[in-house]
T-cell receptor, first 109, second 113 residues
Framework: TQLLEQSPQFLSIQEGENLTVYCNSSSVFSSLQWYRQEPGEGPVLLVTVVTGGEVKKLKRLTFQFGDARKDSSLHITAAQPGDTGLYLCAGLYGNQFYFGTGTSLTVIP | KAGVTQTPRYLIKTRGQQVTLSCSPISGHRSVSWYQQTPGQGLQFLFEYFSETQRNKGNFPGRFSGRQFSNSRSEMNVSTLELGDSALYLC????????????FGPGTRLTVT
């Protein structure tokens, strides 16, 4: 069962463009995390958001947790080739994290 | 601190065989979780161990089992391998429980033929 749906599934953009990745569910989560995974590696934690409506910024990345704690978004400003990777959201439901379907981002130089 | 290490990195097995994967968490971390990652299903939780006790279990058949040792190192075993078990198996360690920050290893790529 996929509790979290991410969109888009694939995204290919030019360097310098902006993009937003969405993570949606009908379930309420205690917290939500975003990870980035590169080929041949495990996911690396980018951020944890806990409070509904919370916004966190990490350099060119902006993360937002929905007011109802059912959804989240990741916005990247002026994307760079180094941003290429698989972006995963993970929601804490009960005492277990459920991962989203993933968004594969390619930034073309 | 050294990161999470997993061995082996790659493994090829035949249907019906069994396999054991190993994970060494970050020093001081007491929680180890295992995940299966496939293109079709994404990342799915297998189980979590904390202080040698299974704390939480995902929705996988009993062929998947694990254990944790007193030094927090963990092993995962899959018996009677099926073609559908081909996946990247990821281990993640956490200082307290898996509901906090998790640090993933590079994974073990298992191919079942």
């Amino acid at each position: 069962t996929q509790l979290l749906e991410q969109s888009p599934q694939f995204l290919s953009i030019q360097e310098g463009e902006n993009l937003t990745v969405y993570c949606n569910s009908s379930s309420v989560f205690s917290s939500l995390q975003w990870y980035r995974q590169e080929p041949g590696e495990g996911p690396v934690l980018l951020v944890t958001v806990v409070t509904g409506g919370e916004v966190k910024k990490l350099k060119r990345l902006t993360f937002q947790f929905g007011d109802a704690r059912k959804d989240s978004s990741l916005h990247i400003t002026a994307a760079q080739p180094g941003d290429t990777g698989l972006y995963l959201c993970a929601g804490l439901y009960g005492n277990q994290f459920y991962f989203g379907t993933g968004t594969s981002l390619t930034v073309i130089p | 601190k050294a990161g999470v290490t997993q061995t082996p990195r790659y493994l090829i097995k035949t249907r019906g065989q069994q396999v054991t994967l190993s994970c060494s968490p970050i020093s001081g971390h007491r929680s180890v979780s295992w995940y299966q990652q496939t293109p079709g299903q994404g990342l799915q939780f297998l189980f979590e161990y904390f202080s040698e006790t299974q704390r939480n279990k995902g929705n996988f058949p009993g062929r998947f089992s694990g254990r944790q040792f007193s030094n927090s190192r963990s092993e995962m075993n899959v018996s009677t391998l099926e073609l559908g078990d081909s996946a990247l198996y990821l281990c993640a360690s956490s200082p307290q429980t898996a509901t906090y920050e998790q640090y993933f290893g590079p994974g073990t790529r298992l191919t079942v033929t």
